[in-house]
């Protein structure tokens, strides 16, 4: 038997033991996987779980990471709560099978532990697998810590299975700074987790021979266009489910989360926009500013898919200045987050918009210390006092030697 998890006990987890016990619970029907750093221990785990009869879902090894994505849709097709993990070249040789997931409303949750993207070749952590799979049609959800890994996997569930949603979910969490960093972690009891999530209900069972239904055949310019707004249009439309979702997980867990997070926000002059593990770094980096007289605050996102304009907006008006930190590499524009970003202060400022500008930081992984976040709050107060950019409006920190960036 497994064990029963009470709403008090804390277990030391890293993420992707919390993310492989939220699946377990979860009762999942099939993985299919291919195991890829870092998020192996997590289908890794899952596997033991299996060997060891705790779960009665089906563990499937197949030969690529493109066959576990095409082997979760064909259980998925069948009527399966199905779920997997991958990260960096798997995503990327996973990357087309994903549009069909999505193309046939297909509720699989995939773990997304981020990873760098080669070449050079990489294992560590940044955003660009993440990045990569933006515009396939998933909804994207983001994590902090391995709690909120936790958390996420159960609510991505739930999320993706809504009648008016069904759409698959991805998790992300930062690779090895979540996924290996072992935490204080409050799991809910099995069977709170399971009632949480609610029994599977197939809304189209395609491969169901007594109700024949066709999906992800050839649609040209007839009908292709409707197909990609109906998918939008449920991905735009998620928003409610997802902060309805967010509000029964905090009823039932006191735990809070919202699309978009805001900290030391109310009076900031200063802001820096963060995802993941960085975001609570940069909390610790402005309480410390504040010491020193600076009014910095931090805002971080829990959705990336559908993105929270409005919200984003909203949290960042009136600011000053604005640091967007993206962990990829824009190779040859600005940043991913940062274009989002601005679009977000585009639409909500009509006057005294702020100052914003873009920081690369921490491909593969590169350290960024309190004092580099230090040092972007400093760049930013002296852009709030002159009133303009007082640096490139990209700039690379960290790098080896002389920094690059361009107006």
């Given at each position: 038997m497994a064990k029963i998890y009470d709403l008090q006990d804390v277990e030391v987890w890293d993420g992707n033991v919390a993310a492989s016990h939220a699946l377990r619970q979860a009762q999942i029907d099939v993985m299919a996987a291919y195991p890829i750093t870092p998020s192996t221990p997590i289908v890794q785990d899952y596997g033991t779980f299996v060997g060891n009869g705790y779960v009665d879902g089906e563990f499937v090894l197949v030969e690529s990471e493109h066959a576990a994505m095409s082997g979760c849709v064909g259980a998925a097709a069948a009527g399966g709560r199905v779920a997997t993990a991958t990260s960096s070249q798997g995503l990327a040789l996973m990357v087309e099978v994903l549009y069909q997931a999505s193309g046939m409303r297909l509720p699989i949750v995939l773990n997304l532990v981020n990873r760098a993207l080669a070449s050079p070749l990489n294992i560590h952590g940044d955003h660009s697998d993440m990045y990569l799979c933006r515009d396939a049609g998933w909804i994207q959800l983001c994590t902090c810590n391995p709690q909120e890994a936790y958390d996420f996997n159960l609510m991505a569930f739930k999320i993706a299975e809504d009648y008016d949603v069904r759409v698959p979910t991805i998790v992300n969490q930062d690779g090895f700074l979540s996924s290996h960093t072992a935490q204080n972690v409050r799991p809910l009891q099995d069977e709170e987790a399971y009632k949480f999530i609610g029994e599977y209900k197939v809304k189209n069972a395609m491969l169901d021979f007594s109700k024949p239904i066709t999906y992800g055949?050839?649609?040209?310019?007839?009908?292709?266009?409707?197909?990609?707004?109906?998918?939008?249009?449920?991905?735009?439309?998620?928003?409610?489910?997802?902060?309805?979702?967010?509000?029964?997980?905090?009823?039932?867990?006191?735990?809070?989360?919202?699309?978009?997070?805001?900290?030391?926000?109310?009076?900031?002059?200063?802001?820096?926009?963060?995802?993941?593990?960085?975001?609570?770094?940069?909390?610790?980096?402005?309480?410390?500013?504040?010491?020193?007289?600076?009014?910095?605050?931090?805002?971080?996102?829990?959705?990336?898919?559908?993105?929270?304009?409005?919200?984003?907006?909203?949290?960042?008006?009136?600011?000053?200045?604005?640091?967007?930190?993206?962990?990829?590499?824009?190779?040859?524009?600005?940043?991913?987050?940062?274009?989002?970003?601005?679009?977000?202060?585009?639409?909500?400022?009509?006057?005294?918009?702020?100052?914003?500008?873009?920081?690369?930081?921490?491909?593969?992984?590169?350290?960024?210390?309190?004092?580099?976040?230090?040092?972007?709050?400093?760049?930013?107060?002296?852009?709030?006092?002159?009133?303009?950019?007082?640096?490139?409006?990209?700039?690379?920190?960290?790098?080896?030697?002389?920094?690059?960036?361009?107006?």
């Open positions: 055949v050839q649609a040209e310019e007839d009908w292709h266009y409707e197909h990609k707004a109906q998918l939008n249009a449920a991905i735009m439309n998620s928003m409610p489910v997802i902060e309805k979702v967010f509000k029964e997980f905090k009823e039932k867990t006191g735990r809070e989360y919202k699309p978009v997070m805001s900290y030391d926000m109310d009076d900031a002059e200063v802001a820096i926009f963060a995802i993941g593990t960085t975001s609570e770094s940069a909390r610790v980096a402005a309480k410390d500013m504040r010491k020193n007289g600076i009014k910095a605050g931090v805002v971080t996102i829990h959705v990336l898919r559908p993105f929270p304009y409005e919200q984003v907006g909203e949290a960042l008006k009136g600011v000053k200045a604005i640091a967007v930190m993206d962990k990829s590499s824009p190779a040859g524009a600005m940043g991913a987050m940062f274009n989002e970003v601005n679009a977000a202060l585009y639409a909500a400022t009509t006057t005294n918009k702020p100052l914003i500008s873009n920081y690369i930081y921490g491909l593969g992984e590169r350290d960024l210390t309190q004092k580099d976040i230090k040092r972007v709050y400093n760049e930013l107060a002296n852009d709030a006092k002159d009133g303009k950019l007082t640096h490139k409006t990209q700039q690379w920190i960290c790098l080896r030697g002389k920094e690059i960036g361009f107006h």
